[in-house]
């Protein structure tokens, strides 16, 4: 099991670690939303959960709660800027469909959780 970072990724969960005190790493995971199914949640970490699944990267913490982390399993994360824009992009080997705004996205196995 694992979620990588790519280095544009690292660079600024590093840079957000370094500028919101408190933060321990970044938390990755689903929840259902959208017309697809799953949407992915993103944020940095305040606290630990006893019950989280933590891959450690370079000194960053990626913490993915146990409901999650089937449907993220193997999944990297990139940080890319388009124009004015920028956002994280996710390359998940378990999507099989998204919904055409691209807001979600479905699996082999839409009913777990």
């Not at 017309?35 to 990267?57: I, K």
Request: net charge negative; with cysteine; aromatic share 8%.
């Amino acid at each position: 099991m694992s979620i990588h970072l790519t280095p544009a990724a690292h660079a600024r969960v590093r840079h957000y670690l370094e500028v919101e005190p408190g933060t321990i790493g970044l938390r990755f995971g689903v929840k259902r939303t959208g017309c697809s199914g799953w949407g992915y949640v993103v944020d940095m970490a305040r606290e630990a959960r006893g019950d989280d699944a933590v891959f450690e990267q370079d000194g960053v913490a990626i913490r993915v709660d146990p409901d999650s982390l089937p449907l993220v399993d193997g999944t990297e994360i990139d940080f890319v800027k388009q124009g004015l824009g920028e956002q994280f992009v996710f390359r998940n080997p378990n999507m099989k469909g998204e919904c055409g705004c691209g807001e979600s996205f479905t699996t082999a196995d839409v009913a777990a959780l």
